[in-house]
């Protein structure tokens, strides 16, 4: 079993930048897709984005242009680098780790094992 922890979260103003790290420690890190979910008080937990073993990344249309994912397998870390954020990016977010397929975009929920406890985002305006 992987264990998540996320870092990095706080109080932003709209347009400005933070930088999530999520460090994965029990497992082989380099063999999983590593995904971004976050939720917002009375929402469900929601995709932002995924980085597959591949390198592949796929984001919500949401955060497309503006949010960056990424991973350093030799730390075994990823990151998610947001740029020009918005109140609407107010959330807990939670880095995920699991074997997905090639074949399935890793966008669900359900497709992840292993869950770090969050870190929250402020986004003032």
């Known amino acids: 079993q992987v264990q998540l922890e996320e870092s990095g979260g706080g109080l932003v103003q709209a347009g400005g930048s933070l930088r999530l790290s999520c460090a994965a420690s029990g497992g082989t890190f380099s063999r999983y897709a590593m995904g971004w979910f976050r939720q917002a008080p009375g929402t469900e937990r929601a995709f932002v984005a995924v980085?597959?073993?591949?390198?592949?990344?796929i984001y919500a249309n949401s955060v497309k242009g503006r949010f960056t994912i990424s991973r350093d397998n030799s730390k075994n870390t990823g990151y998610l680098q947001m740029n020009d954020v918005k109140p609407e990016d107010t959330a807990v977010y939670y880095c995920?780790?699991?074997?997905?397929?090639?074949?399935?975009?890793?966008?669900?929920?359900?497709?992840?094992?292993?869950w770090g406890q969050g870190t929250q985002v402020t986004v003032s305006s």
């Open positions: 995920a780790v699991g074997l997905v397929s090639s074949f399935v975009a890793g966008t669900r929920v359900a497709d992840f094992g292993s």
């Open positions: 980085i597959h073993w591949s390198g592949t990344t």
